[in-house]
């Protein structure tokens, strides 16, 4: 069965020196591709030179909601630069969005909003971050009439404000959020979402799967993650990955 991690900080120092092992490891295991999103400007070209080093490696640029306060409005203007002299590998523009447990959504909103409008602009997917921001993200998203792929990744949150994201063409995030038994009202979510709305990913080094310490997390927990996500699910295994990896396909626009 082929696997795509669909969103994965393999740039972050906890890879240092053990990515070709990694990337053996998760070829192994089924997993074809990674995509990894940039989520500051000092970052930018490690992301890029990661994927020109790694073929299974793809990738995302964007400024995350953490790290604005770093950035001046000139690094969006050099964000339109790269992105439209991307190369193919550059699939997106991410990761952006909003944090409610990361300052002030007033710091954080004009730029998710510009990279909103960037993604439109550029006709590229949108990668987003959200965080007890749900609903914010969908009025943004609303509001500027977005018809580009959305990924809301590592979605947790209830049905009902998955259902308003999936409502307006966004693809859900799938990650070890599942695994855990507390998470009731994420996995209950997940359970009973459309699923051409999902797509799998680990967010490594972070969100790790029950029983992984924080910030041991790696693409080779997508397995586990799937066969949770199988145990929720009411397909087939083998139904639930041909569609995951189709959704996935058609989130960054791969034949």
């Known amino acids: 069965m082929e696997l795509i991690d669909a969103h994965c900080h393999f740039d972050f120092p906890q890879f240092d020196g053990r ?12 997993i074809s591709r990674l995509v990894v999103p940039g989520v500051r400007r000092a970052d930018w070209d490690r992301v890029v030179d990661q994927a020109r080093q790694f073929s299974e490696v793809f990738y995302c640029l964007g400024i995350h909601p953490w790290f604005v306060t770093e950035h001046h409005v000139d690094d969006l203007d050099e964000l339109r630069d790269r992105l439209r002299q991307r190369d193919p590998r550059c699939v997106g523009v991410g990761e952006c969005g ?6 002030p959504l007033a710091d954080q909103m004009e730029w998710f909003e510009r990279q909103v409008a960037l993604a439109i602009e550029l006709d590229l997917p949108l990668v987003v971050h959200s965080v007890r921001c749900h609903d914010e993200v969908a009025s943004v998203l609303r509001r500027q009439q977005v018809a580009v792929p959305v ?3 590592g979605f947790a949150g209830s049905y009902e404000q998955a259902v308003r994201l999936v409502d307006l ?3 859900i995030g799938v990650g070890g959020v599942i695994t855990y038994s507390r998470a009731s009202k994420t996995r209950n979510a997940i359970a009973r979402l459309p699923l051409a709305s999902l797509v799998l990913e680990t967010d490594a080094p972070d969100m790790p799967p029950a029983g992984v310490a924080q910030g041991d997390n790696s693409p080779v927990r997508l397995p586990g993650i799937f066969e949770e996500l199988s145990e929720l699910r009411a397909e087939t295994s083998p139904q639930l990955g041909e569609a995951l990896l189709a959704n996935t396909r058609r989130l960054y626009r791969w034949s």
Request: hydrophobic share 40%; charged share 25%.
């Open 19 to 30: 990515r070709p092992a990694v990337l053996a490891e998760a070829g192994r295991a089924g």
């Open 98 to 103: 909003l944090d409610r447990l990361r300052g």
């Open 151 to 153: 990924l809301v990744h």
């Open 169 to 171: 063409g966004c693809y």
